[in-house]
T-cell receptor
């Protein structure tokens, strides 16, 4: 158990709808990254949150947005869902310094857009 | 973009050592080699990481060549539960840096 909690575990949405996914990082970790994993592919970086701000962003459209709360938990929002947004969405909880930097992943949210 | 090259698939007999290779010929001096594995649609699980010395933990051993251009993850006694996709990643070691995943190696442990 990596201590990273994601909810919900599965979700079915209709094309055009909006969705919010949630992540609680491991205790003591203050940085959260979100990844999208399409079937048969490796995870692709969406963005990272630290100190309640988006610090880095991958090659994803503005329909993907996020938020980090003072307790370090985070949300991923996707607007105007497309069929191609169907994927496993992973949250990575990152903490530590120097040689002890660690990153643990949650079990993911499986999003299906129909 | 992923900076590593791994074979797409490998088989290993149960109880034998599984040796998973990774090429990272453009690795920089401050980049570490990380290994994660992902068991069927679960989140990636951390295995081990290292800079230039060989590393061992309760899960695996990591052997990095002297020129650091390649490495091998060794699972000493593979079990059926080790069947997974294994990702080799290089990254600079600070919290703001991302993990760039390739397509990994799909390891199948055969009874």
């Amino acid at each position: 158990d990596a201590g990273v909690t994601q909810s919900p575990t599965h979700l079915i949405k209709t094309r055009g709808q909006q969705v919010t996914l949630r992540c609680s990082p491991k205790s003591g970790h203050d940085t959260v990254s979100w990844y999208q994993q399409a079937l048969g592919q490796g995870p692709q970086f969406i963005f990272q949150y630290y100190e309640e701000e988006e610090r880095q962003r991958g090659n994803f459209p503005d329909r993907f947005s996020g938020h980090q709360f003072p307790n370090y938990s985070s949300e991923l929002n996707v607007n105007a869902l497309l069929l191609g947004d169907s994927a496993l969405y992973l949250c990575a909880s990152i903490g530590g310094q120097g040689g002890h930097t660690e990153a643990f992943f949650g079990q993911g949210t499986r999003l299906t857009v129909v | 973009d992923a900076k590593t090259t791994q074979p797409p698939s490998m088989d290993c007999a149960e109880g034998r050592a599984a040796n998973l290779p990774c090429n990272h010929s453009t690795i920089s001096g401050n980049e570490y080699v990380y290994w994660y594995r992902q068991i069927h649609s679960q989140g990636p699980q951390y295995i081990i990481h290292g800079l230039k010395n060989n590393e061992t933990n309760e899960m695996a051993s990591l052997i990095i060549t002297e020129d650091r251009k390649s490495s091998t993850l060794i699972l000493p006694h593979a079990t059926l539960r080790d069947t997974a996709v294994y990702y080799c990643i290089v990254r600079v070691l600070y919290t703001g840096n991302q993990f760039y995943f390739g397509t990994g190696t799909s390891l199948t442990v055969i009874p």
